[in-house]
């Protein structure tokens, strides 16, 4: 059966490292894979997207990888802060239908 | 610009009640989506609509649930009869109709059926 997994523990870690986050699917081909971030109360917010034959993007302090042979995509903020702590999503899209599925998230907790 | 606006954001109902959620997506938007998130089940796509027309719904649990989207800047999902497992928050999303957006979600509505 088609499955995403992310780390339902919590990930705890001091200010100024850099947080990395796992995102790991099985049974799907997605033509691309987007990561969200939702604070407590609040909608899911996107953040970054990358496709199928892209290995990596960059975006301010994130960073994210694909590695569709591992069927892994890898998550990381660098120089962490307090602020970035909440939960982030990510999810997989396997055509043009705009369609996600979502894994259930990891929740990053910043601490000083 | 307004972002996707739900309402109501909280709702308490008994079992039995009909409860009825809206949502107004973002204007020029020609997909929404209406999701329910739970601890143990995370978020879960009911229904995605294309241009007002409903394209999947092989998400929507049962007969109890139902939504429509009348025109462009409104929909609806209605839970008739609602029971204590329909307890969660329900988010609706909306994207631009072109391959790989991101979607934009609302704050959602917590729903508490008693």
């Known amino acids: 059966s088609q499955k995403i997994e992310q780390n339902s523990e919590a990930l705890n870690i001091q200010e100024g490292k850099t947080a990395t986050l796992t995102c790991n699917y099985t049974?799907?081909?997605?033509?691309?894979l987007q990561w969200y971030r939702q604070d407590p109360g609040r909608g899911p917010v996107f953040l970054l997207l990358?496709?199928?034959?892209?290995k990596e993007k960059r975006k301010e302090r994130l960073k994210v990888t694909f590695d569709t042979t591992l069927k892994q995509s890898l998550f990381h903020i660098t120089a962490s802060q307090p602020a970035d702590s909440a939960t982030y999503l990510c999810?997989?899209?396997?055509?043009?239908?705009?369609?996600?599925?979502f894994g259930t998230g990891t929740r990053l907790q910043v601490t000083l | 610009d307004a972002g996707v606006i739900q309402s109501p954001r909280h709702e308490v109902t008994e079992m039995g009640q009909e409860v009825t959620l809206r949502c107004k997506p973002i204007?020029?938007?020609?997909?929404l989506f209406w999701y329910r998130q739970t601890m143990m089940r995370g978020l879960e796509l009911l229904i995605y609509?294309?241009?007002?027309?409903?394209?999947?719904d092989s998400g929507m649990p049962e007969d109890r649930f139902s939504a429509k989207m009348p025109n462009a800047s409104f929909s609806t999902l209605k839970i008739q009869p609602s029971e204590p497992r329909d307890s969660a928050v329900y988010f609706c999303?909306?994207?631009?109709?072109?391959?790989?957006?991101?979607?934009?979600f609302g704050d959602g509505t917590r729903l508490s059926i008693l």
């Open positions: 999303a909306s994207s631009s109709d072109y391959s790989n957006q991101p979607q934009h």
């Open positions: 049974n799907y081909s997605p033509a691309y």
């Open positions: 990358i496709r199928e034959n892209e």
């Open positions: 999810a997989l899209g396997t055509g043009t239908a705009s369609k996600l599925t």
């Open positions: 204007s020029g938007h020609d997909y």
């Open positions: 609509f294309n241009n007002n027309v409903p394209i999947d």
